[in-house]
């Protein structure tokens, strides 16, 4: 049997519903690809950082029953996320840190350091696949490791690995869709006759809406997607800067009924093809008939759009996702790294 | 160097299809997979049956050539698909006959004299999934061979294999979604006010209504379907005729009229569950919302609707296909083959 040691930077609702799914499977991972996987360190700003004492891992029932008891684990080994991925023993570095979504750092300095060591590196935070994909890809080709990113668009639902795993010989070409769930449910409230400011409010209660909006408001948000999506789809090399973005401040209740009297909704719709061989992303309110596809993208659900040379064009749904979706993600480029181990 | 030499049984619009893209990507496949590609037979009831001389595999261009000039090749070894699947030197078994949407015959008969002599079996043939699955599959585990069915549900949208590779450790609760071209076709151009028969000659015009239409109409088409995604990944082990099924004979313009007039659209709903353990699977036509996801799913495009245990629900549409995305159904599946030789 082999083990798999797992260091997790950052341990938030995502890193602590896949720890939960890690306890569950634990069983299965073991009988179905012969291999235990074990919590070998975690790194947190505010509740600790833990690591690991001896072959046996963490124990993550204990942690998560500390966590949920006092907010902080029993004990704090006094180590940054930089340090535990400088110098933990694992074989799989996760990054799960807060994003900052204007440069990707510290989150790439974290891969970087696990990338260096010859790790192989799982990322959730949007961040670095927006800004630095291409060097980080580059990094772990010439270490021989893997860099998975499959939760950085529509959490767990498959997209990356979709594409690499199920889309042989294809050639993606264009790449649209609908990824912002704030600017989309305050479109589809106003749209029902609510304000802008009932439309935040009943976002934030119900817990999607981040205290700071400005990110999702100002298309930031669905800019790094679509960076992300033409970065790892299309060999793009691009950063969100160069998407031409535009949020949905100017979107008024008049615009949204004119709209609406003519059979339109307003939705914010993200796109990155390819034209000459240049990449162009674009990010913007756009009307769209509402009886197409675009239109019934409601709630907190999401949609991915791939345009291919040999399959023509495909689209991928996720259904209003909870924090469990997240944590499939991680969890599916886990098993993607131990099955390609067995080879 | 490695040679795979494939048996084509059958060579309509989608063998052809294959057979192109074959030729195309030939020599990425010996680049990319280090694999060259033969085709050592080719199977049909009325252009003659071809098998290659010595170790060179059949001349691809040269015989699509042939058929396009004479619709018969240019020499016929007289031999039937079953004598083929029999006797000939492959690798691969490809099984591209007409389908018996009643039986699954004789396709069946030919996939298990391929996996009898340790071939591996890709069919594009649905009646086989639909009809015998289970004991085709474990026909082909004891032989130790792949059986690969990708272009049966949504041509080479991936499905099958979407689930496969990319939903790890999932179970499958639910499948539902729009799977029949022909009746969605003309559900949607009544609901546009035109009459069952002129939406039936629209569709022929287009060329994807079948001459003898009834068994799309009457809903065995979408039932054969269902039991085929149940089958696969549901492990149901169910045929077409444990489909509570129900065609759109009974769908007349007054109810179209009548439940549009409340926003509703009919479509022809398919859907397979569990209920304590026990698979049910259910086709007949429903009212959904004008502004749901099945209701915009229009034109010859399709959509197949996943729940599962980790990864919460997830869809895949399949965007108004042509042939071309089923021969390349095909050629993911003998790709999949390919890759796992290397192991």
Redesign the interface.
């Known amino acids: 049997m082999k083990t798999i040691r797992l260091a997790l930077l950052g341990f938030g609702n995502a890193g602590q519903a896949f720890a939960r ?1 890690l306890t569950e ?1 634990q069983e ?1 991972l073991i009988s ?1 690809l012969d291999t235990r996987v074990l919590v070998s360190a975690i790194a947190t700003n505010r509740k600790g950082t833990l690591l690991a004492e001896g072959q046996e891992g963490l124990n993550l029932s204990n942690l998560l029953h500390d966590l949920k008891k006092t907010g902080r684990f029993s004990r704090d080994e006094g180590k940054t996320a930089l340090q535990v991925a400088e110098d933990a023993e694992y074989d799989i570095l996760v990054e799960l840190t807060p994003l900052d979504i204007f440069s990707g750092e510290p989150a790439i300095s974290h891969i970087k350091a696990g990338l260096n060591r010859g790790k192989h590196v799982i990322t959730a935070n949007k961040g670095p696949v927006a800004w630095a994909y291409r060097e980080l890809k580059e990094l772990a080709a010439d270490k021989g490791v893997d860099f998975l990113c499959e939760t950085t668009v529509m959490d ?3 997209v990356f ?2 594409v690499r ?6 050639r993606v070409t264009e790449v649209s869709g609908i990824l912002n769930t704030t600017t989309n449910f305050i479109l589809e409230e106003m749209e029902a006759g609510r304000s802008f400011e009932e439309a935040l409010e009943e976002g934030r209660r119900r817990g999607f809406v981040e205290a700071d909006p400005s990110a999702d408001l100002d298309g930031w948000d669905a800019a790094a997607k679509v960076a992300a999506l033409m970065n790892v789809l299309m060999d793009a090399g691009i950063t969100p800067l160069q998407i031409d973005r535009k949020g949905i401040g100017g979107v008024t209740a008049e615009i949204i009924k004119e709209a609406g009297d003519r059979g339109k909704s307003i939705k914010l719709l993200c796109r990155g093809w390819l034209e000459d061989g240049i990449p162009h992303g674009k990010v913007g309110p756009e009307e769209v008939d ?4 675009m ?2 993208i ?1 709630g907190t659900s999401s949609l991915v ?1 791939i345009q291919t040379d ?13 924090i ?2 997240t944590a ?1 993600g991680i ?2 480029d886990m ?2 790294i131990v099955k390609r181990q ?2």
Chains 1, 2 share one sequence.
Do not use: Y
């Open positions: 799914l499977k299965e179905t767990g639902t498959p690995n979709l795993e199920t889309l042989p010989f294809c509402r009886k197409s596809l239109a019934v409601d759009s040999l399959m023509g064009k495909l689209s991928v749904l996720e259904h209003n996702p909870e469990e979706q499939f969890f599916a098993t993607t067995e080879k």
